[in-house]
């Protein structure tokens, strides 16, 4: 995919949504549709622990912290821009001891040890990301998913109807010209990027508010108990 090496810097990408900041939430047309299709199969209520990286705003963390995790469970947030941190943190700011939100540099590496959390949530980050990021993504989140842990993703997508993929390819067209313009985002397919051997598809679908596709993903970790990995021989 050509797209990929036109990607916005971690230091472009901290600049680009440290100005853009709670603009982001101006988004919701075509995003939130999206989340609750994410949030409708995500199966939080039995989620005691989640980790989203790219929280921007907190829009996501606080949703699902009101009103779909049980009373007990814990966030984790992580973005690279301190704006967007800040914005998290004023969200959140009612849940003290169950919610947290930390800074990054960019790196592709979760602060969680191995097995920690039951959910791991991203949504329209990946699509910022270079290709081998996004592996490096797909790497993590397997590493720190607990057995049964779900990997929740939502994405620009490339289409489902006729106008949809219209919508993507003229937004791929402007990504190509300058990936500040859809700031930094373009259409892609993440679910390329889930290789059979290792996730579980438990749920796929494209929703399309306004023409503009959104891929929304909910996967399992085949080295669950459920899902053992086949031992080599
Ligand atoms: C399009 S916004 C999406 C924000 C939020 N997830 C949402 O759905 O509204 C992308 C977010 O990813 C963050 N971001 C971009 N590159 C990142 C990286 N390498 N590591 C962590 N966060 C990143 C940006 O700062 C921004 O908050």
Known sequence: MADTDNVLTPAEAQAYYDRFGKKQDSQGFYEDPALDELIAHGDFANARSVFEF???????????????????????????????LDLTRQRLAAYPRRAQAALTDGTIEFPLKDQSVDRVVCCYVLDLLSQKDIHCFFTEARRVLKPDGLLC??????????RSRLVASVWSALFRLNPAIVGGCRPMQ??????RENWQILHQ?????????????????????????????
């Open 190 to 195: 993440l679910i390329a990027f889930a290789d």
């Open 205 to 233: 679908a494209v929703v399309t508010p306004f023409g503009v596709p959104s891929e929304v993903l909910v996967l399992q970790n085949k080295s669950s108990p459920h899902h053992p990995v086949a031992a080599v021989t």
């Open 54 to 84: 790219g929280c921007g705003t907190g829009k996501l963390a606080q949703r699902l912290l009101a009103g779909h995790l049980p009373a007990e469970a814990r966030y984790l947030g992580c973005d690279i821009s301190p704006v967007m």
């Open 153 to 162: 993703l939502a994405s620009l997508g490339k289409g489902s109807n006729r």
